[in-house]
Structures are given as C-alpha cells and as structure tokens.
Antibody, heavy 119, light 108 residues
C-alpha cells in the first residue's frame, strides 16, 4: 500500500536551517510529482512547493521562495525539503503529498512532521 | 493568486441528515477543484477532484458539484465518521495552489 513517512521535524531557532525528508513506498515514486504542504497549529492548509516526477521543474509559494528548496532522489524513493532562514511563521506540521496525474491534486498524504521555530 | 472562501466556517448537522458545504473562488477555476477531509491529528484525505469525481474508496454519499467560481460538497446520510474539517483547493491557476480556510462539520 502507498506509504509516505515524513521525518526531520523538531525545534529550531529563528534564522537556522532544517531538512525534512519523506520516504515513499508502495508506488512508483519516480512517476509521481510530489508536494510539500504545511499547516500551522489550528490553521488551514498552505501549499509550499511541488517538484516534477523527474526533478525537471519546481515551484514554490512566495512565502518560502528563496529560503526553501525541494529535491528528490528517485533511486532512494525520497523527497526532501531544505528549509533555511527559518522564521516563527514557518512553524507548522509539514506534509508530503503525492500528486494525482501531475494535476496539482494531493491524492495521498503522509502523517506529517512538526517544525517549531522558536528561540 | 486565487482566493478560496468556504462557508460556513462551522456547520452543525444531525447524524443521518444532509450537509451542504460551499466553496467560492475569487476567479474562475473551471472544474479544477478538489475537496479534502481532515480529522483531528490526521493528514488530509482526498475526497473529490475535478469538482465532482470521487477519489478511490470514497463512498457514494459524498457528491460534488459546481464549476467556475461556485462549488458545493454534499454529504447525504451523515455518519459519525463524517464529522471532520473539509477543505477545498483549486489547481487551475498555479503556483500557488490555494486552499479554502476550511469548514468544520460538527454533530448537532
């Protein structure tokens, strides 16, 4: 069955960096675009970034552009999110999600990893 | 950026009844609209895409309609497991993909 398992969250000081990972299994990872979506505590969903199945294209929300980098290793079925210059407003649960047919639809989501940016 | 607005923020409905949730886009998104369900402490689950196509494994009591800027998610014969928060999302004009703020469906 499809599984997405995020890791790498934790407490980090403002201005520091953190790298999240998402381990995928149960499907052909190299055929799927992948997203990161975040949810601040008690708030709604905010799309963060998407990466094409082959890594050829990547797009970001304005709120993270220039600070976050999405990447993937199709040989290891792993998606990553490098987060630099973290701010308090980046505090959220970060979900990775598989894209349905490269349409921008998250058809399967991991359980998320919590990132807390605080001094 | 397309702004998605959901109403109401909270909807109280009795089990067995029908719930109607609304989602409005600030400009046309054609039929490129998805609905997700999220229960406390869980990840979102895809319910509907292309406005009215049920995702794999979603029961027939869930139905979606609309196009352009106005969309509706209807849940008929509410069951206990349906009480959750529901989000709409447009994927017509991106980046960014944008979500509504959510509707909490609670037991009356």
């Amino acid at each position: 069955q499809v599984q997405l398992v995020e890791s790498g969250g934790g407490v980090v000081q403002p201005g520091r960096s953190l790298r999240l990972s998402c381990a995928a299994s149960g499907f052909t990872f190299s055929n799927s675009a992948m997203h990161w979506v975040r949810q601040a505590p008690g708030k709604g969903l905010e799309w963060v970034a998407v990466l094409w199945f082959d890594g050829s294209n990547e797009y970001y929300a304005d709120s993270v552009k220039g600070r976050f980098t999405i990447s993937r290793d199709n040989s290891k079925n792993t998606l990553s999110l490098q987060m630099n210059s973290l701010r308090a407003e980046d505090t959220a649960v970060y979900y990775c999600a598989r894209d349905l047919a490269a349409a921008g639809i998250g058809d399967f989501w991991g359980q998320g990893t919590l990132v807390t940016v605080s001094s | 950026e397309i702004v998605m607005t959901q109403s109401p923020a909270t909807l109280s409905v009795s089990p067995g009844e029908r719930a109607t949730l609304s989602c409005r886009a600030s400009q046309s998104v054609s039929s490129n609209l998805a609905w997700y369900q999220q229960k406390p402490g869980q990840a979102p689950r895809l319910l509907m895409y292309r406005a009215s196509t049920r995702a794999t494994g979603i029961p027939a009591r869930f139905s979606g309609s609309g196009s352009g800027t106005e969309f509706t998610l209807t849940i008929s014969g509410l069951q206990s497991e349906d009480f959750a928060v529901y989000f709409c999302q447009q994927y017509n004009n991106w980046p960014p993909y944008t979500f509504g703020q959510g509707t909490k469906l609670e037991i009356k």
